[in-house]
């Protein structure tokens, strides 16, 4: 088992980070045209050419990229792709999540380790138990269907470790981090980011975040970069925490 948690851990950092890659769009683009332009406007003037009217040179684009740069003016039209990389973010936890809790299970099950309680409350036919036994994939399936277990709710997601597999989960900055960008990814893809009523008030019982703590009804949510590392780390030192709690 803790191979096959070492592999997904491994794969759900190779997802964080080709997210990474999409927030420094902006900064990989602005890098490119930089090099370029003074590329260009140096062999223009120190080259043949020799060319010193400002007229045929590139000093007034790399003065006003530069402006760009410094004063993040394009900022605000960026925030449409934050909220996007946090759609990413909560959609690559969720799977990741998913296939954690299949992976335990299924070794459980295999090994008869599940606990007591577990076991209480799968509550398996005989026609079902032999199916799974043939087949322990199968478990998590007959749960999904019997129990409507689902990963896109993270309180589901802690009831899910506790009740299924006994891990309990801490309840801890990081988790109100992630309990927060949940909230964040149903409103960005339901409600175009525009806080609601119901909005506020989940969030509000989410008090130990380090992001976004004063909401306001019909104000529209935007991530910035900085706040897309908190989740981000968050994120991972959660699944650091759970593999090792998982493994030892």
């Given at each position: 088992?803790?191979?096959?948690?070492?592999?997904?851990?491994?794969?759900?950092?190779?997802?964080?980070?080709?997210?990474?890659?999409?927030?420094?769009?902006?900064?990989?683009?602005?890098?490119?045209?930089?090099?370029?332009?003074?590329?260009?406007?140096?062999?223009?003037?120190?080259?043949?050419?020799?060319?010193?009217?400002?007229?045929?040179?590139?000093?007034?684009?790399?003065?006003?990229?530069?402006?760009?740069?410094?004063?993040?003016?394009?900022?605000?039209?960026?925030?449409?792709?934050?909220?996007?990389?946090?759609v990413l973010l909560v959609s690559h936890f969720t799977l990741t999540i998913e296939k954690i809790f299949s992976t335990v299970l299924k070794f459980q099950?295999?090994?008869?380790?599940?606990?007591?309680?577990?076991?209480?409350?799968?509550?398996?036919?005989?026609?079902?138990?032999?199916?799974?036994?043939?087949?322990?994939?199968?478990?998590?399936?007959?749960?999904?269907?019997?129990?409507k277990l689902t990963f896109q709710n993270i309180g589901n997601v802690i009831k899910s470790f506790e009740n299924y597999l006994g891990i309990k989960i801490?309840?801890?900055?990081?988790?109100?981090?992630?309990?927060?960008?949940?909230?964040?990814?149903?409103?960005?893809?339901?409600?175009?980011?525009?806080?609601?009523?119901?909005?506020?008030?989940?969030?509000?019982?989410?008090?130990?975040?380090?992001?976004?703590?004063?909401?306001?009804?019909?104000?529209?949510?935007?991530?910035?970069?900085?706040?897309?590392?908190?989740?981000?780390?968050?994120?991972?030192?959660?699944?650091?925490?759970?593999?090792?709690?998982?493994?030892?």
């Open positions: 088992m803790k191979n096959e948690l070492k592999k997904i851990n491994e794969n759900f950092e190779k997802q964080i980070d080709s997210v990474t890659e999409l927030i420094q769009f902006d900064r990989q683009i602005m890098d490119f045209c930089l090099h370029h332009l003074k590329s260009l406007n140096d062999k223009l003037k120190n080259g043949a050419p020799k060319i010193n009217n400002p007229y045929y040179l590139a000093d007034n684009a790399v003065m006003a990229l530069e402006g760009i740069d410094k004063n993040k003016s394009f900022t605000k039209h960026y925030s449409i792709i934050y909220n996007q990389c946090l099950y295999s090994n008869d380790k599940l606990p007591k309680s577990a076991k209480n409350q799968i509550q398996l036919t005989l026609d079902e138990i032999d199916e799974v036994n043939q087949n322990p994939n199968l478990l998590k399936k007959l749960l999904v269907a019997k129990k801490d309840k801890d900055q990081k988790l109100d981090d992630i309990k927060f960008a949940f909230e964040c990814r149903h409103l960005i893809v339901h409600s175009v980011s525009k806080a609601d009523e119901k909005f506020i008030k989940n969030c509000n019982s989410i008090r130990n975040r380090s992001i976004k703590k004063a909401l306001y009804l019909d104000e529209e949510v935007r991530f910035t970069k900085s706040e897309l590392e908190f989740v981000k780390f968050s994120m991972l030192l959660f699944m650091q925490e759970l593999t090792e709690k998982l493994n030892g």
